[in-house]
């Protein structure tokens, strides 16, 4: 299922009117009286730059701030599969989990999570309710800070039950057997099953329409209940629909996923083993999440597996760039566990399997899992990463170990290597003193650091060597804005826009780059700054989000050099030139971080549409939220005459058509 270009494209406003284009025409014009520095940039011809990869811009996933349970995954309710739980003794319900008792009209029961004779022994843990009243009891939850439901809207409710026969201690099961119903939200939805019902309602205590959801047996009896389930009917690859069309928007060339340090987990007991998040939902064993604190309880189900990682891949147009564990565990947390180098080929293995999940045809091993999940098709896997922010030679030995088996039985794969957690030192210099073009097709690069670093950096990649190194993947970078709490505003924006007119300007030597991280719900962060924001309901786009679509949506097929009149040492304004071999248009891309306008002067005319990045209401501490979102893109069409006046603090894309 693939989103469409006019659903993509259409994000952007336009503001081509009679109005904003009679305006413009000061906009275009050079004159003696234009405010500000003047910069004088001259275009090399077409043959002077390189082509720029088409893997360039892409997004970064991880499972931080709820980004998948809560988030992307639409599951309604919270520990759907009873599967969670703080310690693994814990058998009875405390109010904890997601999960709480629910006692009405004199009902009352035994409320215990019992294990016995399960739908599936990786997900053992369910619900049993000995009910011994007259009335209603079982449990009642809250979902996600919530469960969101829209009148008029379909949603699907599913659940397996079976009844036991009691005596005393002893009992026998019944089969399980499952309920399904879709149905249409409104004020109160109830549904019955044998001995009991589930209720739909809306939270009184809430104003903002919140419900909760309970399961309830009536009488004396005992039921056990597993495998819940609380779905919208509206989505895209099975993922929330608002989401994932703003991943969509940005028109990535790739998603990496699923992290970052949730690749590793902090030991061998909970490290992510993808072959767990595949087949039915009820065999993919849940783990506590790497990044549960400092708001526990939170768990990976793993709803959101490896399948359908591929599947949102290909929904959005997007190549996906799995990560794999190098043998060793999370080095951020003391002391990092790693396998002998003998045993290495264990973790090679894991990802071979990965490559025949992904590419195998249906009578391999994994390629048959795939297709079982609806997929007969290969889903044309073409890079790994293995390891993830990894240094030192604990980690180089292991790298060059899997990296050497999987080449073997697939060169055609591409495979990237790591840095370590840091732009620089002595980690940084190992890394790449270590690793060749032989052993590592690209080299992840990792930067969370302040404005005055992004600024500084925009020519890092100017002198970096041409020939004989792996290339550059930016894999995870943001810029800090410590001064003003790491706040998704347009200074942040601006110096990342910044850094990345580099990149592009490069894009011989980084062929590929993706901000992190890409999700937050509000009320749910462990780590700031973020890409997307958004609740139960509603998502915005931060200007940080806007600077990615930009480059993005407007990467041209190859660069142009040029020549200017800046100071080499210039930190304030910033550009990159290319070619759009599609429209015959030539993309200048301009960064301005001065309090005022910017003349630019170029050897260039023809009609041009210009796209600009700003705050309308001035400044660059501007930040987007749910109820506001002044930093968008506006779009204007007009004349481009050999000059521009730039706004201050601002992203402009000029497109150039030739005369």
């Not at 619900?127 to 379909?154: H, M, P, Q, T, W």
């Not at 989505?235 to 928007?249: P, Q, S």
Request: include cysteine; hydrophobic fraction near 35%; proline fraction near 5%.
């Amino acid at each position: 299922m693939g989103l469409s270009d006019a659903a993509i494209y259409g994000k952007i406003p336009s503001m081509n009117t009679p109005k904003t284009l009679a305006a413009l025409a000061a906009t275009f014009a050079l004159s003696a009286s234009c405010l500000g520095e003047q910069i004088e940039i001259t275009l090399g011809d077409l043959q002077s730059g390189h082509e720029v990869p088409k893997s360039l811009w892409g997004i970064f996933f991880e499972d931080i701030n709820w980004a998948a349970d809560g988030g992307i995954y639409p599951e309604q309710l919270m520990n759907a599969g009873f599967d969670w739980g703080q310690a693994d003794h814990e058998k009875w319900i405390c109010n904890i989990d997601g999960w709480e008792p629910d006692f009405r009209n004199g009902g009352m029961a035994r409320l215990s999570f019992q294990y016995g004779a399960p739908v599936h022994p990786n997900t053992a843990k369910h619900l049993r309710i000995e009910s011994f009243g007259a009335g209603l009891a079982g449990v009642r939850n809250r979902g996600y800070d919530g469960i969101f439901l829209e009148d008029g809207k379909n949603y699907t409710l599913s659940f397996k039950w079976r009844e036991i026969e009691l005596d005393g201690i002893d009992y026998k099961l019944g089969d399980w057997t499952e309920f399904e119903t879709v149905f249409t939200a409104d004020e109160k939805n109830v549904f019955d099953f044998p001995f009991g019902q589930v209720r739909i309602y809306r939270d009184e205590q809430a104003k903002d329409g919140r419900r909760m959801l309970s399961i309830l047996v009536k009488g004396r009896r005992a039921v056990e209940f597993d495998c819940t389930s609380l779905m919208p009917c509206d989505t895209i690859a099975g993922l929330r629909r608002d989401l994932v069309e703003k991943l969509a928007a940005l028109k990535p060339a790739f998603v990496r996923f699923p992290g970052g340090c949730i690749v590793e987990e902090g030991d061998f007991q909970h490290w992510y083993d993808w072959r767990r998040t595949v087949g039915p939902k009820e065999r993919r064993e849940c783990i506590l999440n790497r990044w549960a604190y400092p708001t526990p309880p939170y768990w990976e189900t793993f709803g959101l597996g490896y399948y359908e990682y591929f599947l949102l891949c290909e929904a959005i147009g997007a190549e996906p760039l799995p990560i794999c564990l190098a043998g060793i565990t999370c080095q951020f947390q003391k002391p990092a566990q790693f396998v002998a180098i003998e045993d290495i080929d264990y973790f090679a293995q894991v990802a071979l399997d990965l490559i025949e999940f992904a590419n195998g045809d249906v009578t391999t091993k994994w390629g048959k899992v795939r297709a079982d999940m609806g997929h007969p098709a290969p889903f044309n896997l073409k890079r790994i990463g293995i390891g993830n922010e990894n240094w030192d030679e604990v980690f180089l030995d292991r790298y060059e170990a899997i990296q050497k088996i999987v080449k073997a039985k697939h060169p055609e794969i591409i495979i990237v290597g790591s840095s370590g957690p840091g732009p620089d030192g002595s980690s940084f210099d190992k890394a790449w003193a270590r690793l060749t073009d032989k052993t590592a097709d690209l080299m992840d690069e990792h930067y969370y650091r302040d404005p005055e670093w992004f600024l500084s950096s925009a020519r890092r990649y100017d002198n970096y060597a041409r020939e004989g190194k792996p290339k550059v993947y930016a894999g995870e970078y943001a810029c800090h804005d410590t001064e003003h709490g790491k706040a998704n505003n347009l200074k942040s924006a601006l110096c990342e826009a910044a850094a990345m007119t580099g990149f592009e300007r490069n894009s011989d030597v980084v062929e590929m780059a993706s901000y992190a991280p890409l999700f937050a719900r509000y009320g749910h962060t462990q780590w700031h700054p973020n890409l997307i924001w958004f609740d139960g309901t509603k998502s915005v786009a931060t200007p940080n989000y806007y600077v990615q679509q930009l480059f993005s949506l407007h990467r041209p097929s190859r660069t142009i050099k040029a020549t200017d009149n800046l100071a080499k040492d210039d930190k304030s304004f910033f550009y990159c030139a290319g070619h759009d071999d599609a429209t015959g248009e030539t993309v200048l891309k301009f960064v301005n971080v001065k309090d005022e306008p910017v003349t630019v002067k170029a050897n260039l005319k023809g009609k041009a549409r210009i796209i600009t990045l700003r705050d309308p209401r001035g400044g660059w501490l501007g930040v987007n939220n749910l109820e506001s979102a002044p930093v968008e893109p506006t779009e204007t069409a007009g004349e481009f005459d050999g000059g521009i006046s730039l706004e201050p603090y601002s992203l402009t894309v000029v497109r150039v058509a030739a005369k």
